[in-house]
């Protein structure tokens, strides 16, 4: 549950053009609640589609996301069955513990650029904040702030994939975690989401990013969630390729056995 969150950290329109289908391939690494060491992934994107697949250590762990049909499918190399989630209905669930009021996304260009993986990328720092409250109606508010810096670069291969995907995804709500995890720290999860749309506003693919997500609140038990909650990561792409993919990889496996989940 919490190794998920990064791989689809590492992996980021109702209507898609014809575009190609990507691959891209990151190494990252993180700590913090939801993650821990270090990670390779390959993510890959077809029209409203992506799957998402990081190694850590013997174990791969893969997420597909299909937003056509507003399933998440998760599962790992170890077993041979895959959690189903409806995410309309975890949408519309997750949106009662945040709130719109105070809510803000920016990604600002700071001026510096450099060369990644044979690209010139642009940097940017990105802040959001989300506030939300913990434990549903009643429970303890938190605002959730997500800061930290990226280079994205404009016009890269799978740039209007990418982009695609994401403004598609944002359309519906959808959130790129364990949606368990989620349920436990909505505003974290979609504070991350914000911050892919932000990325896809720009019209570039991010080659490297690093951010901290940190809690902010009043009280005790916030002081707690201020300390447990905080997460930093940093994530590189090494390689974007465009070119058909298989309509079979956004699927779980032939015989795997499927497990709904609410």
């Not at 702030?145 to 982009?163: C, F, M, R, S």
């Not at 504070?191 to 997500?213: C, H, L, N, R, W």
């Not at 009280?219 to 792409?237: K, V």
Request: proline share 5%.
């Amino acid at each position: 549950m919490k190794r998920t969150m990064l791989a689809a950290v590492l992996a980021l329109i109702t209507w898609v053009p014809a575009y190609a289908d990507v691959t891209i391939k990151a190494t990252g690494t993180g700590k913090g609640l939801f993650m821990s060491g270090d990670t390779t992934s390959t993510t890959y994107i077809k029209g409203l589609k992506m799957r998402a697949e990081t190694v850590m250590g013997n174990k791969t762990l893969t997420t597909i996301f299909d937003v056509e049909n507003q399933k998440m499918y998760l599962f790992d190399s170890k077993k041979k069955e895959a959690d189903v989630w409806d995410m309309a209905a975890f949408a519309q669930e997750l949106s009662s513990s945040i709130s719109v009021d105070g809510m803000r996304s920016s990604m600002k260009p700071n001026g510096q650029t450099k060369s990644i993986g044979g690209q010139n990328a642009d940097g940017y720092d990105m802040e959001n904040v989300v506030p939300t409250t913990v434990g549903g109606a009643g429970g303890m508010k938190i605002t959730m702030v997500l800061t930290g810096t990226t280079w994205i670069a404009k016009g890269a291969p799978g740039t209007a994939e990418y982009a695609a995907f994401y403004k598609g995804a944002a359309e519906k709500g959808w959130i790129f975690a364990d949606p368990r995890a989620a349920k436990g720290s909505p505003g974290q999860a979609k504070a991350m989401a914000e911050m892919y749309t932000e990325f896809a506003k720009i019209g570039g693919v991010p080659y490297e990013s690093q951010m901290d997500i940190k809690p902010q609140g009043e009280g005790p038990m916030a002081g707690l969630m201020a300390r447990m909650g905080a997460m930093s990561m940093t994530s590189t792409t090494q390689s974007v390729e465009t070119g058909p993919l298989a309509d079979e990889l956004f699927q779980p496996p032939a015989g795997y056995e499927l497990k709904l989940r609410q």
